[in-house]
């Protein structure tokens, strides 16, 4: 299965509802993704299987800009090229496999979601979302990366770290399902991404 990451568009919307109740059911109210589009604050993608797409998309570079050097050895450990089409392929809807987005404000991008579908998560599609998310952030002049994550998930902590995240801050009792508390955590100030390899969702 080949994967595809593009800019999200209305007509996923449906997919990233089912993938957003599957991944936090007890999650109230449910984000409205509809208005999230329309928000000039935020931006989302998604990955997508392209393997019935007959075509190569075109292929662009972020700006070597804030994140210049994280953003290269990004590109570089995954020779990562695909950028965000936001035009539908000609057989129209495609299967969705899981998206994420970002608020930007200034030059800082903060993370909001990244989610997978659970048939198909520990297959690298959780990392090439956070790569995409990096990139786009780039593009848009970000400086800095931040995000939550819950303390038990040390998987995702894992990934984050690898890709010059670090820890800054603890939210406690942020999660309203179970008042976890949150791990808050930057690239601002961070190293260059680790060498060694973590599990993706």
Same mark, same amino acid.
């Given at each position: 299965?080949?994967?595809?990451?593009?800019?999200?568009?209305?007509?996923?919307?449906?997919?990233?509802?089912?993938?957003?109740?599957? $991944?936090?059911?007890?999650?109230?109210?449910?984000?409205?993704?509809?208005?999230?589009?329309?928000?000039?604050?935020?931006?989302?993608?998604? $990955?997508?299987?392209?393997?019935?797409?007959?075509?190569?998309?075109?292929?662009?570079?972020?700006?070597?800009?804030?994140?210049?050097?994280?953003?290269?050895?990004?590109?570089?450990?995954?020779?990562?090229?695909?950028?965000?089409?936001?035009?539908?392929?000609?057989?129209?809807?495609?299967?969705?496999?899981?998206? $994420?987005?970002?608020?930007?404000?200034?030059?800082?991008?903060?993370?909001?979601?990244?989610?997978?579908?659970?048939?198909?998560?520990?297959?690298?599609?959780?990392?090439?979302?956070?790569?995409?998310?990096?990139?786009?952030?780039?593009?848009?002049?970000?400086?800095?990366?931040?995000?939550?994550?819950?303390?038990?998930?040390?998987?995702?902590?894992?990934?984050?770290?690898?890709?010059?995240?670090?820890?800054?801050?603890?939210?406690?009792?942020?999660?309203?399902?179970?008042?976890?508390?949150?791990?808050?955590?930057?690239?601002?100030?961070?190293?260059?991404?680790?060498?060694?390899?973590?599990?993706?969702?």
């Amino acid at each position: 299965m080949a994967y595809y990451v593009r800019l999200m568009r209305k007509e996923d919307i449906p997919q990233a509802d089912e993938i957003d109740r599957e $991944a936090f059911p007890t999650q109230w109210p449910p984000v409205d993704y509809e208005r999230e589009l329309q928000n000039w604050l935020a931006h989302y993608i998604a $990955a997508c299987d392209d393997s019935e797409m007959g075509e190569e998309p075109e292929v662009t570079v972020a700006p070597e800009k804030g994140f210049s050097k994280l953003a290269s050895r990004v590109r570089q450990l995954f020779n990562y090229g695909h950028t965000f089409g936001s035009e539908l392929p000609l057989s129209g809807k495609q299967y969705i496999l899981g998206f $994420a987005g970002f608020w930007i404000m200034a030059d800082e991008a903060h993370i909001t979601n990244i989610v997978v579908r659970k048939i198909h998560r520990r297959r690298g599609i959780g990392e090439l979302l956070l790569i995409s998310i990096i990139d786009l952030a780039t593009g848009l002049n970000a400086h800095n990366l931040t995000l939550e994550v819950r303390a038990s998930n040390i998987a995702a902590q894992s990934l984050y770290y690898k890709y010059g995240f670090t820890q800054v801050g603890l939210r406690r009792g942020y999660y309203t399902d179970n008042k976890e508390d949150a791990v808050l955590m930057s690239t601002e100030n961070s190293p260059q991404p680790h060498s060694s390899h973590a599990s993706p969702s």
